[in-house]
């Protein structure tokens, strides 16, 4: 059996398993303490932190850093996966054209997500640098964090962090002697799904209602506040030092090879699993090791039925699955997204019409209402789940639903969070419709 090289075991976020992580092969996780406690400046210093924003910011230009992060291949962590130095590339700049904003797009709100939560709890440090380097990237003048109003510890983390940053001439005018000048601001949200698309978390951070915007503009040429914004995920921001400090071959080959990814990634695997946790993985390893080596399989008593790769907005797998790869690409051959790549078992004891009344609940309470397929079908799903769950529903019941993920499909709603929702339900209908029949066996026949 592989050994977990870091485990870190919900809800406490405070174990970690002792098997040695080194830079080599845990390049984001290996400063972590195994007592789970924040990594404040000192530590973070003594453990070569800030070494790679201090050199590149003396040495590289900008152009240099876009550069190497496109060489790289890093991937957006967020869910969409977009090329970050490509989407670098695309800040507006030029003459007349004003200076850009840097957004760390924090809101992590996708259930059964809790990734970045550790990396702002932990290593706010390795954050900091990731934005002071995408900054200067981007020559942008401002960055914010955009946080989840329920990550209350993280929020008082993140703040102590910038002070002391700041403190140590680290942010601020002229960081580190150089002649960059950025400095970093914590906005905390209010806690909604959708201040994670990031036009919608553009208007909450202006202090506007949480609408996603048309696009054009993209928000590299007009976000926030009218001016060229980059936002980017906490993960993603995470890995630009370590990209920056070993150069883009070095990161491509901490990946699988023939994955079609670079570098590790954040991944794990809850639900009635004997290890629940993360783990720095490379990126494209098989479900497989990740489900039996790392979570340890099902606890005793327990069979696996289903399991979501990414979060509540993808679709289910079956146990044949596992070996897939943990890669956009092996997810695609089933058709499906790998999102945040923190999977969930489902088990045998599970029934999937309440789990899915569960997931799709979440979805149209946190719908923003803005266009109708979303606003109304989504609510309409819910009550049809509803009735099954409970045994209220009719046959006509399962095509409804049927024809509702047809309207909720990709280019019928403004966001992609009516698609995400309609994914988990595509998919429960085509793998367990017998569950979804089974449910109106209990049904009481219809008034004459
Ligand atoms: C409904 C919805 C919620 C989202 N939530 C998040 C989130 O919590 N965190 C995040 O980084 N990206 C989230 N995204 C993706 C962002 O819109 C965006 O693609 C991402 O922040 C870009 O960063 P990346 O390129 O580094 O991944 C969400 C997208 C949608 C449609
Ligand atoms: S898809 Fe849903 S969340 Fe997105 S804009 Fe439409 S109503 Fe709002």
Redesign the pocket.
């Known amino acids: 059996m592989k050994p977990a090289v870091f485990s870190q075991r919900m809800p406490s976020f405070g174990r970690v398993n002792q098997v040695p992580r080194t830079a080599e092969t845990h390049p984001l996780t290996w400063r972590l303490r195994d007592d789970g406690q924040t990594v404040w400046l000192d530590e973070y210093r003594q453990k070569g932190g800030y070494r790679v924003a201090e050199t590149q910011l003396a040495h590289k230009t900008p152009e240099d850093i876009c550069r190497c992060v496109k060489e790289a291949g890093l991937k957006?962590?967020?869910?969409?996966?977009?090329l970050?130095g490509i989407?670098w590339s695309l800040t507006a700049r030029g003459e007349g054209i004003p200076a850009a904003y840097l957004v760390c797009?924090?809101?992590?709100?996708?259930p059964n997500t809790f990734k970045?939560r550790m990396l702002l709890e932990q290593l706010p440090h390795l954050l900091i640098e990731g934005m002071i380097l995408a900054g200067y990237a981007n020559q942008a003048v401002r960055g914010f964090i955009f946080l989840r109003g329920e990550y209350v510890h993280a929020a008082r983390v993140v703040e102590r962090a910038i002070g002391e940053a700041r403190e140590a001439g680290l942010l601020g005018a002229h960081i580190a002697g150089t002649d960059y000048s950025f400095d970093l601001q914590l906005h905390v949200g209010a806690g909604r799904?959708?201040c994670?698309?990031?036009t919608a978390l553009l208007n909450a951070l202006e202090g506007r209602r949480a609408n996603p915007r048309a696009k054009p503009p993209f928000p590299g040429q007009a976000g926030a506040w009218g001016r060229p914004t980059v936002?980017?995920?906490?993960e993603?921001l995470c890995n630009v030092p370590v990209v920056l400090e070993h150069g883009p071959e070095w990161y491509q080959a901490l990946a699988r090879p023939e994955s079609g990814e670079s570098g590790t990634k954040l991944m794990g695997f809850a639900g009635a699993v004997r290890r629940p946790g993360i783990w720095e993985v490379p990126f494209g390893i098989s479900a497989r090791e990740l489900f039996e080596d790392y979570a340890g399989g099902m606890r005793p008593g327990y069979r696996l039925k289903a399991w979501q790769p990414g979060g509540a907005s993808t679709g289910f797998l079956l146990p044949e699955d596992l070996d897939l790869p943990m890669s956009s690409a092996g997810m695609a051959r089933k058709g499906l997204r790998l999102g945040t790549a923190l999977a969930l078992a489902v088990d045998d004891r599970v029934s999937m019409v309440a789990l899915l009344h569960n997931i799709e609940s979440f979805f149209s309470r946190e719908s923003c209402g803005w266009c109708t397929p979303c606003r109304e079908g989504l609510a309409w799903a819910v009550k049809l789940l509803s009735a099954l769950k409970d045994g209220r529903g009719r046959a006509e019941d399962i095509q409804q639903l049927e024809k509702l993920v047809g309207h909720l499909q990709p280019g019928m709603s403004f966001?992609?969070?009516a698609p995400?929702a309609s994914e988990p339900l595509r998919s429960a209908l085509a793998l367990f419709r017998d569950e979804f029949e089974a449910t109106l066996a209990r049904s009481p026949p219809l008034p004459a």
């Open positions: 957006g962590r967020g869910g969409a996966g977009f970050a989407k797009n924090a809101d992590e709100m996708e970045d799904y959708i994670g698309e990031e936002v980017n995920n906490v993603t966001c992609g969070l995400g």
